[in-house]
Each structure stands twice: as structure tokens, then as C-alpha cells.
């Protein structure tokens, strides 16, 4: 699969996860790619009110990310988890 990113989030992406936007994941890659940028999220300092905005900015490629990824690939769906997305596997009938 291949991420369709903003233009604001393309940058904050390829800075996140150290690969190319336009290279094409397979599913264990996207999976990895999610949980890294979940990973830095998590690590970000608090920044709600200030203009630069880091957390929000990664919650939105975070939740952007994860609903591409359940479009994708059937077997995955997102569920919130206080306001952050996860990624959980359904089992296929």
C-alpha cells in the first residue's frame, strides 16, 4: 500500500519513520510504520495551546495512518483508545 498524505503531514512523516511517502509498504511495514509514529506521539511533549503543535500534528498523521491502513487491509480495524487510534485484528469468517 502506498500512504495519500496531506501536504502538511507529508514532511512530519518521512522525518518520523526515515522512509520515502511514495515507496509502497506491504502489510507488515505499514503495521511497523503505524507504530512508530504511534511510538513518538506517545514520547512528544504536551503542546496543546502553543502554536507549534507537535502532539496534535502526530495524533491527526496517526489517525490519517491507521484509517488507510483498515481501508487497506481488511482484517485490521481502528478502534480509539482515549482519543488514540489503535489498531486491532479481526478475525476474517
Known sequence: MQFELPRRHRKSFEVSTKK????????????????????????SPVTFGSSSGKK????ELLIITASQIAAEY????VVLNQGVPEIKKVKSS
Open 20 to 43: 520515502k511517502l511514495n515507496t509502497k509498504f506491504n502489510k507488515t511495514e505499514s503495521l511497523e510504520i503505524f507504530e512508530t509514529i504511534k511510538k513518538e506521539y506517545n514520547s
Open 74 to 77: 481488511k482484517d485490521c480495524d
Open 56 to 59: 496534535e500534528a502526530l495524533l
